[in-house]
């Protein structure tokens, strides 16, 4: 074998390590609009630029995407909500003269250009500026080397020369052909409320997971067909971790979410029903239960023990974070019981007699 120059030796290494490398998030446009795309042996997760939502995360080889929703709204507009979107600085609908002065529902985070200000193999950031709330929004996305897992940290900052009161709720949606009659919808959530219920007591009659009532009438929120109703519901959890997930075993999937509830204290289920069929189901946790403006939230700070909303200062930051999850279910699968995280593994308890474990590595 002959003996290479340390200056070839050296371009050779170097050309050996571009072509074992993986590839940095890649920036591309994913049905004509701006996206990051992360991908793994695993899954692929893509992210919309405009607007900055999680529109894609699906398992290797053209796997089922639960996260199906196009939102409210134009379907033109470059900046729009869609999928699993962030709501900052409100959950719900600003007052009527806030929305005369051009606040969107739900806050702007989701109506404005968000840039990819670095990447490498698997992970991303980038950020966004809301010009009327006066916040900068810095979000972190790892996408796991091996496993359908991601883990999101979001970094709000105020602006402002003043402090000020906000919320943040992660909208994550699901859609057909994933959300259909068959689909579960699970969590460990506890006491609630139902946002029909009229002010200023909403919380009356208090509801517990995963029963709401509808004249009087129990519904079972873990599965939705043709009725909607209670369209709307909030729910606290007891304990430090929270979580929430979606199953549809006919189709071998299911979605989980996961976050501490320090971050998090609510999860909100939303329920939409077009041409009696289910259309889009809202698992969305957040730092608030109450769909209100902030008015009214500063009348009603706290639902069981939990705050309705949260303080910045100025100049100050808070950060929060989740992780996010796919995994392969029998056709049999009953639901979630129980979720535990231990040794770099989630494991999942499915509920009733059978009571088996998947495990995500």
Known sequence: MPIMKSSARRAHFAAALILTVAPAAAEVLVNGRPSVRLENPAATLVIDLGGGSIVD?????????????????????????MAHFLCLDRWGQP????LRNGMPFHGEAARVAWKQISSTPGE?????????????IKR????????ATFTVSETVTNRNRLGRIYNMVQHATIGPPFLDETTVVDSNAQQGLMQSSPLPDPEKPAIRWPQALK???????RHLTTDPDPNVTSFVFDGAD???????????LLIGYLFKTADYPWLNIWRHV?????????????????????????????????????????GASATRSYRAFLLHVPSDFAGVESIAVNGGAITVR???AKRRELIVR
């Open 274 to 314: 077009q041409g009696d069929h289910p259309f889009a189901r809202g698992l969305e946790f957040g730092t608030t239960g109450l769909h209100q403006p902030f008015e009214i939230l500063t009348r009603k700070p706290f639902l069981f023990g939990k705050p309705t909303f949260t303080y910045l200062d100025a």
């Open 350 to 352: 499915e509920r009733g």
């Open 57 to 81: 995360f699906h398992l290797a080889g053209g796997g089922l995407n639960p996260l199906r929703w196009l939102g409210p709204g134009d379907e033109s507009l470059a900046n729009r909500p």
């Open 124 to 136: 991303t950031a980038m950020t966004a500026l809301l010009p009327m709330a006066g916040l900068e």
């Open 95 to 98: 007052s009527d003269a806030e």
């Open 242 to 252: 929270g979580w929430v997930t979606a199953t549809n075993a006919a189709k071998g």
């Open 215 to 221: 004249e009087g009438k129990p519904v079972d929120l």
């Open 140 to 147: 972190e996305v790892r996408l796991s080397p091996t496993s």
